[in-house]
């Protein structure tokens, strides 16, 4: 079993940047492929980024490819996602989830999830 925990959200302007964070405790040795999910309200949960154990491979959704950075680090179990040019329409909860295989954008395939974290952009 895996706990995951999201930190970091909260109220920011248009334009603004926010890093969310991503602990993870339990069973960590695993080499768990990390991402991260967004949900809006009356909205599907979309994927948004994913890394690898390695942190050599990441991945993104075309909405946020150049304004969003996710990044790892394993010593001390840790996720982060670095969010910058933030627009009113990546208002949402955002997600971590973990998954003990390779890269995938579908949330069925994600066995681990955190409560959530809540991102607010004002326009």
């Known amino acids: 079993q895996v706990q995951l925990v999201e930190s970091g959200g909260g109220l920011v302007q248009a334009g603004g940047s926010l890093r969310l964070s991503c602990a993870a405790s339990g069973r960590t040795s695993s080499r768990y492929t990390m991402g991260w999910f967004r949900q809006a309200p009356g909205k599907e949960r979309d994927f948004v980024a994913a890394i690898d154990w390695s942190a050599r491979s990441t991945y993104y959704a075309d909405s946020v490819k150049g304004r969003f950075t996710i990044s790892r680090d394993n010593a001390k179990n840790t996720v982060y996602l670095q969010m910058n040019s933030l627009k009113p329409e990546d208002t949402a909860v955002y997600y971590c989830?973990?998954?003990?295989?390779?890269?995938?954008?579908?949330?069925?395939?994600?066995?681990?999830w955190g409560q959530g974290t809540q991102v607010t952009v004002s326009s």
């Open positions: 989830a973990a998954r003990n295989g390779y890269y995938s954008y579908y949330v069925y395939e994600y066995g681990y």
